[in-house]
């Protein structure tokens, strides 16, 4: 089989049909000669035979007449009368002789020497005998009767027997030889079956073994092509020969090899913070859910950490990202080397926040373990000769005494490292007690998880106005919390918590489809209004944020030119490469770009033109004291016109009067947006203050055309 499989198929077909040819024309061949034989042999026996029949019977036919001559010698008295008796007893005797002398020199004749012998001695004594009884008939008729009945006759019948003898011998060796042919014919019907049954059985052997060295491979490389389908990518391979399906089972292999090394690169990826190394926040959730299922089933405890470096955004903003990447980097190797098990899974959630599962160990060593990640970072981290000093916050929380369940589980310590982080305490195990005391109970992180499922966040719009017509023709998305009991909660309450924890996330993806979808349905009513969406800095970082609009826009079929994103600059500072990256896929997708809230962060107008944004918001700050404070003037003023250079829109936040509104048409701003316009409104407040303005609008626009 092994030599079979490193046989080619073609090569394997042809000599298995070669072969089977090959014995079926040597067979055709073989029944010729064997056929051509037996018709000889018959033929030449045949003629053998009549040869000899009819010698032997010329023979005694001649010497027969001889006698009845010599009978006739008896009868004719006179001499006179004999005497042309004596030429028909010689041409008799000669035809006798001839025959004799042919018989003799027949080609047989040696086989039938004695018969030959006697016919030759009786006929001598024939001829003796004959020739005394002519002689005794001339000299007396009646003396020579006695002799040529004694002596004549018996020897011509000796003679005539002595024929037949030969004739009969003849004939038994004719059978013999007949018997021979039979034999023959029965020898070569049988070697003709023979080589038939061989010519079959080879033909059925080729075929069966053909049929298995290429039906069995084929089988396995089916199997293994379907394993490979099913993600079995260890599955023993088939032996392979050098032949084609040899060749089929390596090009699956070097297949499997390729599928295999480009999952691990995929799982790397997936898995796999790209800083680091450490695991990413996919599969840390991954193995906390896994693990809190062994710990159920067999009831030991688990803990988890939350572990958040402390003004990290400083160092990045002064120091610069690639520090910035360093230093974590540094961090990450130092929280490695505090002695986890193998058991532990240390990961990277986003920016510089950590989180590690510890899948047996309870509060106590929770504790522990977070001492010594605290104690790993006391060392200043030396970085292009600073030595930079780093702290963490770390939050415990604990299965099964503080949740039961991975979200409530993580959303404590989320809550505990907050607290930490507030108190500069280094880190704080959760207690039921803290959901009461931070931030006058509005932090609770489970409350806020519970505003999103409830539909407790609500939405208000406050219109931004172009200058100097003064219409509406975009507005600010803003959230609020309307909360059961509090009542409405501004949004500065409980967005830093939400940024803090992480929970910005589920708020960001809300809104976004909440504001898209009000956008869509003015859009059929014919308003083509667009909507300013607020994007936070862990949105930009923490998760896909260009996926997620699109798959926003793409549900709520909403034209892409008509949702604006606002970024503050701290959040693009804080993170450019990766920053500059999702601005870039979001430009590409058409939706527009703002930078929110100018002037408060470090970045330079400079910096920021390389952004691939549309519009610029001055911060409110300077414009509610245009009128009274000549540096913010200034400021506004020149952000203006440097914008305007970059090509960029300019909108001016919190215009409380009039007074600053003619300021700014006279800078040339283009739009405006306070609560001398309108203040962030509920929808249904909105559509009625939309309604007048446009109706407002178009009248100011009729009495201009007037
Ligand atoms: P922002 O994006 O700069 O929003 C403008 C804020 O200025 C709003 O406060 C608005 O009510 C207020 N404002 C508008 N006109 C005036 C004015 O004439 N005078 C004064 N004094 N204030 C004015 P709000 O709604 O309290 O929002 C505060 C901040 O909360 C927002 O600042 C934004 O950073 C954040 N925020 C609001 N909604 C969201 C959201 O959906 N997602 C995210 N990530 N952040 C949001
Ligand atoms: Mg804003
Ligand atoms: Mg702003």
């Given at each position: 089989m092994r030599f079979l499989s490193n046989t080619r198929i073609a090569t394997r077909l042809s000599l298995a049909f070669g072969a089977v040819l090959a014995t079926m024309g040597f067979m055709i061949l073989f029944s010729l000669g064997q056929i051509e034989n037996t018709t000889g042999s018959s033929q030449r026996l045949a003629t053998a035979s009549l040869n000899m029949v009819t010698l032997a019977r010329d023979a005694q036919a001649a010497a027969q007449a001889g006698a009845v001559h010599l009978h006739e010698l008896f009868i004719l008295p006179a001499q006179a009368q004999r005497i042309p008796v004596y030429p028909l007893i010689d041409a008799q005797a000669r035809k006798r002789e001839a025959a004799i002398a042919a018989l003799l020199a027949s080609e047989d004749a040696a086989y039938y020497r004695s018969q030959l012998d006697s016919v030759v001695h009786y006929r001598d004594r024939y001829v003796e005998a004959f020739d005394a009884t002519v002689e005794a008939v001339e000299l007396n008729a009646d003396q020579a009767r006695a002799p040529m009945i004694e002596r004549t006759m018996p020897a011509l019948e000796n003679m005539l027997a002595a024929l037949d003898a030969l004739v009969t011998a003849q004939s038994e060796r004719a059978d013999q030889k007949l018997?021979?042919?039979?034999?023959?014919?029965?020898?070569?019907?049988?070697?003709?079956?023979?080589l038939?049954?061989?010519?079959?059985?080879?033909?059925?052997?080729?075929?069966?073994t053909?049929?298995?060295?290429?039906?069995?491979p084929l089988a396995q490389t089916e199997k293994l092509a379907r394993d490979i389908a099913a993600g079995e990518l260890c599955s023993t391979l088939p032996p392979a020969g050098k032949d084609e399906v040899g060749g089929l089972i390596r090009a699956l292999d070097d297949m499997r090899h390729g599928i295999a090394a480009r999952e691990t690169r995929i799982a790397d990826l997936a898995y796999k913070d790209g800083l680091t190394g450490l695991p990413n926040r996919t599969l840390f959730i991954d193995r906390l859910q896994q693990a809190l299922e062994v710990a159920r089933r067999n009831a030991h405890p688990l803990s988890l950490l939350v572990l958040d470096i402390d003004r990290f955004k400083t160092v990045n903003d002064v120091l610069g990202h690639p520090v910035g990447d360093r230093l974590l980097m540094q961090i990450a190797q130092r929280l490695q080397s505090v002695g986890l098990s193998d058991s532990d899974l240390l990961a990277r959630i986003s920016g510089d926040e950590f989180r590690l599962l510890l899948p047996t160990q309870d509060v106590d060593q929770a504790v522990q373990v977070a001492r010594r990640l605290i104690g790993a970072l006391h060392q200043p981290i030396e970085l292009d000769g600073h030595a930079i000093d780093v702290s963490a916050s770390v939050g415990i929380s604990s299965f099964p005494a503080h949740g039961e369940s991975a979200d409530v589980l993580m959303s404590r310590a989320d809550l505990a490292m907050y607290v930490a982080k507030q108190g500069g305490d280094g880190f704080v195990c959760f207690d039921s007690m803290l959901e009461r005391s931070t931030d006058q109970g509005l932090s609770l992180l489970s409350d806020l998880r519970r505003a999103v499922e409830r539909d407790e966040l609500t939405l208000h719009f406050q219109p931004k106005i172009k200058l100097p017509g003064?219409?509406?023709?975009?507005?600010?998305?803003?959230?609020?919390?309307?909360?059961?009991?509090?009542?409405?909660?501004?949004?500065?309450?409980?967005?830093?918590f939400a940024e803090e924890t992480g929970f910005i996330r589920n708020i960001t993806c809300w809104v976004l489809e909440r504001a898209c979808s009000v956008a869509a349905a003015w859009a059929l009513d014919g308003r083509s209004l667009g909507i300013n969406v607020n994007v936070s800095t862990r949105d930009l970082v923490s998760m896909d944020l260009p996926s997620v609009v699109a798959?926003?826009?793409?549900?709520?079929?909403?034209n892409p030119a008509l949702l604006c994103l606002e970024i503050t600059e701290s959040a693009i500072m804080g993170d450019p490469a990766l920053a500059l990256a999702s601005l870039s896929r979001l430009n590409e997708m058409g939706v527009r770009l703002s930078i929110d809230d100018f002037g408060t962060g470090y970045s330079s107008l400079a910096y920021l033109k390389k952004l691939p944004v549309q519009e610029l918001k001055i911060d409110r700050s300077?414009?509610?004291?245009?009128d009274r404070d000549s540096g913010d003037a200034m400021i506004v003023r020149s952000t203006i016109e440097l914008a305007h250079n970059f090509g960029l829109k300019v909108v001016a936040e919190g215009v409380e009067n009039e007074h600053i509104c003619q300021t700014l048409i006279r800078l040339g701003?283009?739009?405006?947006?306070?609560?001398?316009?309108?203040?962030?409104?509920?929808?249904?407040?909105?559509?009625?203050?939309?309604?007048q303005s446009a109706t407002f609008a178009d009248a100011v626009q009729r009495v201009a055309r007037l």
């Amino acid at each position: 089989m092994r030599f079979l499989s490193n046989t080619r198929i073609a090569t394997r077909l042809s000599l298995a049909f070669g072969a089977v040819l090959a014995t079926m024309g040597f067979m055709i061949l073989f029944s010729l000669g064997q056929i051509e034989n037996t018709t000889g042999s018959s033929q030449r026996l045949a003629t053998a035979s009549l040869n000899m029949v009819t010698l032997a019977r010329d023979a005694q036919a001649a010497a027969q007449a001889g006698a009845v001559h010599l009978h006739e010698l008896f009868i004719l008295p006179a001499q006179a009368q004999r005497i042309p008796v004596y030429p028909l007893i010689d041409a008799q005797a000669r035809k006798r002789e001839a025959a004799i002398a042919a018989l003799l020199a027949s080609e047989d004749a040696a086989y039938y020497r004695s018969q030959l012998d006697s016919v030759v001695h009786y006929r001598d004594r024939y001829v003796e005998a004959f020739d005394a009884t002519v002689e005794a008939v001339e000299l007396n008729a009646d003396q020579a009767r006695a002799p040529m009945i004694e002596r004549t006759m018996p020897a011509l019948e000796n003679m005539l027997a002595a024929l037949d003898a030969l004739v009969t011998a003849q004939s038994e060796r004719a059978d013999q030889k007949l018997l021979g042919i039979n034999t023959l014919k029965a020898q070569s019907r049988n070697a003709i079956l023979s080589l038939g049954g061989v010519a079959v059985l080879l033909a059925c052997l080729s075929a069966l073994t053909i049929t298995r060295s290429i039906a069995r491979p084929l089988a396995q490389t089916e199997k293994l092509a379907r394993d490979i389908a099913a993600g079995e990518l260890c599955s023993t391979l088939p032996p392979a020969g050098k032949d084609e399906v040899g060749g089929l089972i390596r090009a699956l292999d070097d297949m499997r090899h390729g599928i295999a090394a480009r999952e691990t690169r995929i799982a790397d990826l997936a898995y796999k913070d790209g800083l680091t190394g450490l695991p990413n926040r996919t599969l840390f959730i991954d193995r906390l859910q896994q693990a809190l299922e062994v710990a159920r089933r067999n009831a030991h405890p688990l803990s988890l950490l939350v572990l958040d470096i402390d003004r990290f955004k400083t160092v990045n903003d002064v120091l610069g990202h690639p520090v910035g990447d360093r230093l974590l980097m540094q961090i990450a190797q130092r929280l490695q080397s505090v002695g986890l098990s193998d058991s532990d899974l240390l990961a990277r959630i986003s920016g510089d926040e950590f989180r590690l599962l510890l899948p047996t160990q309870d509060v106590d060593q929770a504790v522990q373990v977070a001492r010594r990640l605290i104690g790993a970072l006391h060392q200043p981290i030396e970085l292009d000769g600073h030595a930079i000093d780093v702290s963490a916050s770390v939050g415990i929380s604990s299965f099964p005494a503080h949740g039961e369940s991975a979200d409530v589980l993580m959303s404590r310590a989320d809550l505990a490292m907050y607290v930490a982080k507030q108190g500069g305490d280094g880190f704080v195990c959760f207690d039921s007690m803290l959901e009461r005391s931070t931030d006058q109970g509005l932090s609770l992180l489970s409350d806020l998880r519970r505003a999103v499922e409830r539909d407790e966040l609500t939405l208000h719009f406050q219109p931004k106005i172009k200058l100097p017509g003064r219409t509406c023709e975009s507005v600010e998305v803003l959230v609020r919390w309307q909360h059961p009991t509090r009542g409405m909660i501004p949004p500065d309450q409980f967005i830093p918590f939400a940024e803090e924890t992480g929970f910005i996330r589920n708020i960001t993806c809300w809104v976004l489809e909440r504001a898209c979808s009000v956008a869509a349905a003015w859009a059929l009513d014919g308003r083509s209004l667009g909507i300013n969406v607020n994007v936070s800095t862990r949105d930009l970082v923490s998760m896909d944020l260009p996926s997620v609009v699109a798959g926003v826009l793409a549900r709520q079929e909403l034209n892409p030119a008509l949702l604006c994103l606002e970024i503050t600059e701290s959040a693009i500072m804080g993170d450019p490469a990766l920053a500059l990256a999702s601005l870039s896929r979001l430009n590409e997708m058409g939706v527009r770009l703002s930078i929110d809230d100018f002037g408060t962060g470090y970045s330079s107008l400079a910096y920021l033109k390389k952004l691939p944004v549309q519009e610029l918001k001055i911060d409110r700050s300077f414009v509610m004291n245009l009128d009274r404070d000549s540096g913010d003037a200034m400021i506004v003023r020149s952000t203006i016109e440097l914008a305007h250079n970059f090509g960029l829109k300019v909108v001016a936040e919190g215009v409380e009067n009039e007074h600053i509104c003619q300021t700014l048409i006279r800078l040339g701003c283009d739009e405006a947006q306070g609560y001398h316009f309108g203040r962030p409104m509920p929808a249904d407040e909105f559509e009625v203050w939309y309604r007048q303005s446009a109706t407002f609008a178009d009248a100011v626009q009729r009495v201009a055309r007037l």
